[in-house]
């Protein structure tokens, strides 16, 4: 899955496929993902934080 897919997913469905595709991978790549999401759509991550603050909890 591309950057950009991904990016048109979080936002069609928002958090709850954030939270759905974090589940799927291990805790040291959630990070990894997390950052390159922000990295490559600053726009979108930040609404991302507005919407769902307690993704932190999605990365235990």
Same mark, same amino acid.
């Given at each position: ?7 048109? &997913?979080? !936002? /069609? ?8 595709? %974090? ?11 997390? &950052?390159? !999401? /922000? ?8 609404? %991302? ?12």
């Amino acid at each position: 899955m591309t950057h950009a897919q991904v990016d048109t &997913l979080v !936002f /069609e469905f928002g958090g709850n496929l954030v939270k759905e595709l %974090l589940s799927m991978i291990m805790s040291d790549e959630r990070c990894s993902m997390i &950052l390159e !999401f /922000e990295y490559a759509s600053q726009d979108l991550f930040a609404q %991302l934080l507005v919407d769902t603050p307690q993704w932190t909890e999605w990365m235990g």
